[in-house]
């Protein structure tokens, strides 16, 4: 059964915190890279984070020092710590592989807003 719930997003004022989860099914996550994407309204999706099977990770360049992305492969979950978080950062954010359509497998995402 394919499987992306993501969890965590809320309502916070500029420069607070927000910690997102996902939990994957094994055929996504098993082996393959995985990252959370963020999608602003009205603009296209878009890659934040990164973490490789093997655990290295990258980061876009608007996150980079703010946000820390994470996974416990025994319980195939990726979460995504964000520090700082800024009006820009606000959209809905998705897990998924690493490279992903948009006609794969999706998720219902996780709303994040903040106020300035």
């Known amino acids: 059964q394919v499987q992306l719930v993501e969890s965590g997003g809320g309502s916070v004022q500029a420069g607070g915190s927000l910690t997102l989860s996902c939990t994957a099914s094994?055929?996504?996550?098993?082996?393959?890279?995985m990252a959370w994407y963020r999608q602003a309204p009205g603009k296209q999706r878009e890659l934040v984070a990164r973490i490789f099977a093997f655990g290295h990770t990258i980061y876009e360049d608007s996150v980079r020092g703010r946000i820390t992305i994470s996974k416990d492969d025994s319980k195939k979950t990726v979460s995504l710590q964000m520090n700082y978080l800024q009006p820009e950062d606000a959209g809905k954010y998705y897990c998924n592989k690493l490279p992903a359509r948009d006609s794969d497998f999706w998720g219902p995402g996780t709303q994040v807003s903040v106020s300035s």
């Open positions: 094994a055929s996504i996550f098993n082996g393959n890279t």
